[in-house]
């Protein structure tokens, strides 16, 4: 099953840049470890230089590493920070997005429940829907099927959702236009 992960990658930067019209510099946080996140890097990069807005990123595949991580970013200027897509960063959701707020960088993520946790943006796949697939896939191989005979499968639906208690506290004023386009604001 495919999340799309690099191809949203594009959209993200396009909806941070929406939410933060002054943004001209922003942080793109990955687990070095992962081996499709310079690709991804490659198209924040891409859909960020369209806007004119430039990219640092950092790297970080340990807790104790997130805070200089984060703070690298904020040192080359980044006013926002992309966070990408993986395990690592999924898992340690609390911590990065409690390190953004204190380093003042508007997030944005692919997964609600960074936003659930505080985060301010995001914006993927849903959840909801990406656990059906991903338990149509497992009932089929319990009844016989062959790995190799199953297509690869993707998501159809996609959540945007805001923060707006995490943007107000960062002094960030959502335009009516980008809250209309969010599935979910939170209060």
Request: proline residues 3%.
């Amino acid at each position: 099953m495919s999340c799309l992960s690099t191809e949203l990658a594009i959209k993200r930067v396009e909806l941070l840049k929406l939410a933060v019209p002054s943004l001209r510099h922003l942080g793109f946080l990955y687990d070095p470890r992962n081996p499709g996140k310079e690709k991804e890097l490659a198209e924040v990069r891409q859909g960020a230089a369209g806007l004119g807005v430039s990219v640092s990123a950092a790297a970080a595949s340990s807790v104790e590493a997130l805070r200089e991580a984060i703070a690298s970013l904020r040192r080359d200027g980044a006013e926002a920070v992309v966070i990408s897509e993986d395990v690592f960063t999924y898992g340690n959701r609390e911590a990065i997005v409690a390190l953004t707020a204190e380093y003042r960088l508007v997030d944005i993520s692919s997964f609600r429940e960074f936003v659930d946790a505080g985060g301010v943006l995001s914006y993927g796949a849903s959840n909801t829907e990406r656990m059906r697939m991903q338990a149509r896939y497992a009932a089929k191989l319990v009844r016989g099927a062959k790995p190799s005979d199953l297509p690869i499968d993707q998501p159809t639906r996609f959540e945007f959702v805001i923060n707006l208690k995490a943007a107000r506290a960062l002094g960030i004023t959502v335009s009516k236009a980008v809250l209309a386009r969010a599935d979910e604001v939170i209060e």
